[in-house]
């Protein structure tokens, strides 16, 4: 709730903070701390012992808060803004949207990467508005494919429930973890970092993949270098790939300059 509410955190920080600098003499004196050879030295003193002291504070002001409301359900009525969707009315909330069906519609991998993605995200299921959770079915025929992308707003783990699959992340070092997944093997690819799946196999994969936003966001890695209208002289310049093979990737992925 603080998270969502700024203003909310600004005032117990703070509250905090006067409290601090009001009391911090008398709890020194309390637990036994000596005064050091001046003021500032002791208030830095007494700092110290106020510290865990904020934490606890902290934490049980988040939980107290995060109580007041048990849900919210987004109305899909009104633009999505940086915090979600504002709460559907609570008499207006049912069971209904607390159940997800779309998983019952088809696959479908008829697409140049050979993969059908079915996502569960806030503007699928509003009622994961706000819960910082989300999930998808998906479906790699064989060949198919998850290019390189990464998900902004949130980590995700995918569990393999048939076939296999080839997965993996680069890391901010520019480490490749990747391992060939089996059915019932999980792997986790940690928020913002660029992840691949592939079907290298000669049958079906699918899966389950959940996220820890209910808004992850999407962004594929080649798509925003080259499905866009920045000069090709600029991205030459910023990629180190030739005029010709700019131009090439451009057309393909559909952009310009």
């Known amino acids: 709730m603080l998270e969502r509410n700024p203003a909310l955190a600004l005032t117990f920080a703070s509250q905090l903070r006067r409290l601090m600098d009001s009391t911090w003499l008398q709890l020194l004196r309390s637990v036994g701390v000596g005064l050091g050879s001046n003021g500032e030295d002791a208030k830095a003193e007494a ?69 059908s993605v079915i996502p569960a995200f806030a503007a699928q299921w509003p009622a994961l508005n706000g819960l910082g959770i989300s999930v998808a079915s998906v479906e790699f025929a064989p060949g198919g494919r998850a290019p390189m992308h990464t998900h902004p707003a949130g980590s995700e783990l995918i569990v393999i429930t048939e076939g296999a699959i080839i997965a993996g992340f680069i890391s901010s070092a520019n480490k490749v973890y990747y391992k060939t997944l089996e059915t019932n093997d999980a792997m986790i690819f940690p928020q913002g970092l660029i992840h691949f799946q592939v079907n290298v196999g000669s049958v079906t994969s699918k899966g389950v993949v959940s996220f820890s936003s209910s808004n992850p966001g999407l962004q594929f890695t080649s798509l925003s270098l080259f499905g866009n209208d920045l000069p090709s002289e600029i991205l030459e310049t910023v990629s180190f790939i030739g005029d010709a093979e700019v131009k090439k990737l451009k057309a393909m992925l559909g952009g310009t300059n």
Not at 71 to 99: H, I, N, Q, W
């Open 47 to 115: 700092e110290l012992v106020l510290v865990p002291f904020q934490v606890v504070l902290f934490i049980i002001s988040s939980s107290n808060a995060a109580l007041v409301q048990d849900f919210c359900v987004g109305d899909l009525s009104v633009p999505e803004g940086p915090a979600g969707y504002s709460c559907k009315t609570v008499s207006d909330v049912t069971t209904d949207d607390f159940v997800f069906t779309g998983f019952r519609n088809p696959a479908n991998t008829s697409n140049s990467n050979k993969v």
